[in-house]
């Protein structure tokens, strides 16, 4: 079994993006800034539930990676871990001493770093940052790749560059741009960016769900309990704790027109209810 795992950061970055749903939860409530857990239980929690791993494809969730605090918590979880590989997505403008310092000391166990280009966020010189570090982790053999958002504000500029990247041998994936409540977003435009995204990111109505094709999916958090493991980004049934070293292996993931499903799972979790807004889809699937 192929294993991607979600495994969080502090909820912290040096962008304002105004459409990143991290920066709502930061300053609506700060509930994302603890981390919940610590490699030595996540070792107990993978041996205990994912022996029949083959492969685990770790990426850090959070705010931005390489924040240095949060460089030092992917730092503890390398030296305390050895079969996982990371798949890292940064925004692309930290110094390059800081990726230079942690490709050196675990490239070997980097699957590849994604690098967010949030074209509307970012001014000239740190567009030239962004340009010379994706050059830099190429160069050092870092298999690197270009993540643009397909918004109405700058579709035209995004799908213009594309031979740019490729001139520079940087592959470049398009994704889909959909925040709530857009004033520019509308159906018609939602089924042009799916018709321009990369298929990585496409999901396929009536299907089983992950978040990475091909690997079953493990997504911890602490927003409610340290340590829940939940079913879906989207919702967010709660599956297992990594503290309390538990793990219910049967959920289903699928996704449908109207919304996430999770099945094969009860609603509640050690008593546990998920976020009464998810509770209510959720009860439709188990009701």
């Known amino acids: 079994m192929r294993y991607y795992v979600a495994y969080p950061l502090y909820i912290i970055c040096d962008l304002q993006c105004w459409y990143c749903w991290f920066k709502r939860a930061q300053f609506a409530t700060g509930e994302t800034q603890s981390i919940g857990i610590t490699p030595q239980q996540w070792n107990r929690w993978r041996d205990t539930h994912l022996r029949n791993a083959e492969e685990i494809l770790v990426e850090f969730t959070g705010g931005e990676t390489f924040m240095p605090r949060n460089v030092k918590v992917m730092r503890d979880f ?18 390059w001493a800081v990726y230079e310092a ?4 675990y490239g070997s166990r980097i699957n590849r770093i994604g690098m967010s280009y949030h074209r509307m966020m970012l001014g000239t010189a740190q567009k030239a940052l962004f340009r010379e570090n994706a050059k830099r982790l190429r160069d050092a053999g870092v298999c690197v790749y270009v993540k643009e958002l397909l918004a109405p504000q700058v579709y035209k500029e995004v799908l213009a560059a594309q031979d740019g990247w490729k001139a520079d041998e940087i592959d470049v994936k398009l994704a889909d741009f959909r925040p709530p409540r857009d004033k520019h977003h509308s159906d018609g435009w939602h089924s042009f960016g799916v018709a321009q995204m990369d298929q990585e990111y496409v999901r396929t109505i009536g299907h089983p769900c992950s978040c990475r094709h091909g690997y079953k999916t493990i997504i ?45 799972v009860p609603l509640t979790y050690n008593d546990r209810f998920v976020k009464q807004e998810q509770s209510q889809r959720a009860v439709a699937v188990h009701g």
């Open 102 to 105: 942690f490709v050196r000391d």
């Open 220 to 264: 911890i958090q602490s927003r409610w309990t340290p340590g829940d493991v939940i079913a879906c980004w989207f919702n967010q049934v709660v599956v297992g704790n990594v503290v309390e070293n538990t793990f219910n292996p049967n959920a289903e993931v699928v996704r449908e027109a109207n919304g996430v499903l999770v099945k094969g």
């Open 78 to 95: 390398m030296d305390h871990t050895s079969m996982e590989r990371l798949d890292m997505l940064t925004n692309g403008i930290q110094p």
